[in-house]
């Protein structure tokens, strides 16, 4: 399953199929994004980064691709199972100069991703 | 595990109540955040610190306030709760030079009624 266009707030893929969710971020300075997960009643917890100098990381069934030239940020993730659902958030840090290297991570719009059995 | 730990988990509070939501980290993280999360799901940040005696106003307006006497302490305070403050609220930490971005509390579900 494949999320479309800039941002799908759902997406419903069969077990044991790929995911790739889609985001879109803001700032071309930007020199850091992440991936978090989101399941029901916990906080974000961290999936996986990747530093603007990159294309591609991978991890454990989990890949993040990065395209500084639009702007776009995907994850893919391998043989999904009911474990993954979860609601996805991408987010990019902006450096501030005043500060070193960390600026505030600003955060994309969620995808809910829900697997069937 | 994570080491930041929010409470309340849940609240349910009257009009006009004064509430302070907690926040502990045990990472030593000198920044701290406050996000509200709303039913859509985006993560607005309404306070930030980078350190003891530092508070700073989010991206997002709000009508609360925030205080860090201590490192591992970031208490949120509503002085009159209204039920347009109705929310998830989530505590993050990081450490500069931190590769893994934020570590989250999971958060106080508050209703106001």
């Known amino acids: 399953g494949e999320s479309v266009g800039l941002h799908l707030p759902t997406l419903s893929v069969q077990e044991g199929d790929n995911s790739i969710i889609n985001c879109a971020y803001s700032?071309?300075?930007?020199?850091?994004f992440i991936w978090y997960k989101q399941e029901s009643g916990k906080g974000p917890q961290f999936i996986i980064d990747i530093r603007s100098n990159m294309d591609k990381r991978q991890g454990q069934r989990v890949t993040v691709l990065l395209n500084k030239t639009v702007k776009h940020l995907s994850l893919q993730i391998a043989a999904t199972q009911p474990g993954d659902s979860a609601v996805y958030f991408c987010a990019e840090n902006m450096p501030l100069p005043e500060r070193g290297s960390q600026g505030n991570l600003i955060f994309g719009k969620g995808t809910k991703l829900s697997v069937k059995p | 595990e994570a080491d930041i730990y929010q409470t309340p988990r849940y609240l349910v509070i009257g009009t006009g109540k004064k509430i302070t939501l907690e926040c502990s980290q045990t990472?030593?993280?000198?920044?701290m955040y406050w996000y509200q999360q709303d039913p859509g799901m985006e993560l607005h940040l309404i306070h930030y610190s980078y350190g003891v005696n530092s508070t700073e106003k989010g991206d997002l307006s709000s009508e609360s306030t925030v205080s860090r006497i201590r490192t591992e302490h970031f208490p949120l305070t509503l002085e009159s709760a209204r039920p347009s403050h109705t929310s998830q609220y989530l505590c993050?930490?990081?450490?500069?030079?931190?590769?893994?971005?934020?570590?989250f509390g999971s958060g106080t579900r508050l209703t106001v009624v």
């Open positions: 990472m030593g993280h000198d920044k």
């Open positions: 700032n071309s300075a930007s020199d850091y």
């Open positions: 993050a930490s990081s450490s500069p030079g931190q590769v893994y971005g934020y570590t």
